[in-house]
């Protein structure tokens, strides 16, 4: 085996010459996939579609994928992203037509920009979240969010891997609205539940990170709101909150779009 002179890498790679931002969503029963799970599956597509992934150096190599945000487990999403090294430049038109076409369907490939300064993850700061309550009433689901609303804190417990954390939902809220969806829902093949209000939160990213679910905790708190089944949770977009309110899109007026 040759011997590594200092200041090499023990098993040089083809530099990196272009990165390639990429907007997806996660449809469908893909939204119980794990983080973990669409990185694999992403990873898969990418060697089945020949897409020239740059890979970092050493002994085990590893494709230059990096993520931002992953929704939570059992949410949808039509607003994920990540970032893609490549070994040589690609049109972004061709890398969503072959990414696309090999991922399962669920996992879709909406849009992709070349990147460019400044990084993705300062063009992000928070999260619009759509709820489907199914039988909670609109009235219902109203009250409890004026009174959310009306706090100057409410703060939620919740396990991970390191152990309790506490989390301010009412400092991340920036906005709420309620809606009413549509008629009677199925929840199984025995029960049906009549009416479904929608709630539509803009959530900042703070640390820790505030997620639907403790949306709903504080609710709970503040309310005694408690769904009989669980909510339908979906990241409908992702960007930078303005003082109006609204998020500003990631990526440039130049992005390619797919099917959506």
């Not at 990147?115 to 063009?123: F, G, H, S, T």
């Not at 891997?161 to 009677?184: W, Y």
């Not at 479904?196 to 990213?205: E, G, K, M, N, S």
Request: aromatic share 4%; hydrophobic share 45%; proline share 8%.
């Amino acid at each position: 085996m040759a011997r590594v002179r200092p200041g090499e890498a023990a098993n040089p790679a083809p530099p990196t010459v272009q990165r390639i931002r990429v907007r997806f969503a996660k449809r469908g029963r893909l939204r119980f996939l794990s983080h973990r799970d669409i990185a694999r599956s992403f990873e898969r597509a990418v060697r089945r579609a020949g897409v020239p992934v740059a890979h970092s150096h050493g002994f085990s190599p590893h494709p230059r994928i990096s993520w931002l945000g992953a929704a939570p487990t059992g949410a949808a999403s039509e607003a994920e992203y990540l970032e893609i090294g490549l070994t040589r430049e690609l049109d972004p038109a061709g890398l969503v037509a072959e990414l696309d076409a090999a991922l399962p369907a669920g996992l879709d490939v909406l849009a992709a920009v070349v990147a460019e300064p400044p990084p993705l993850a300062d063009r992000i700061n928070a999260s619009r979240w759509r709820m489907e309550l199914p039988g909670v009433a609109v009235a219902e689901l109203t009250a409890a969010v004026d009174a959310l609303l009306a706090r100057d804190s409410v703060v939620v417990e919740r396990m991970t891997p390191s152990g309790r954390r506490e989390a301010d939902v009412r400092a991340a809220l920036a906005s709420a609205a309620v809606t009413q969806g549509a008629g009677p829902t199925s929840v199984s093949a025995a029960e049906i539940v009549a009416g479904c209000a929608i709630l539509t939160a803009v959530v900042r990213q703070t640390t820790p990170a505030v997620r639907p679910d403790d949306v709903l905790g504080a609710l709970d708190v503040v309310a005694g709101l408690r769904p009989p089944v669980p909510a339908k949770v979906t990241r409908m977009a992702q960007g930078l909150l303005d003082d109006r309110g609204r998020l500003a899109e990631p990526f440039d007026s130049d992005r390619v779009t797919a099917r959506v």
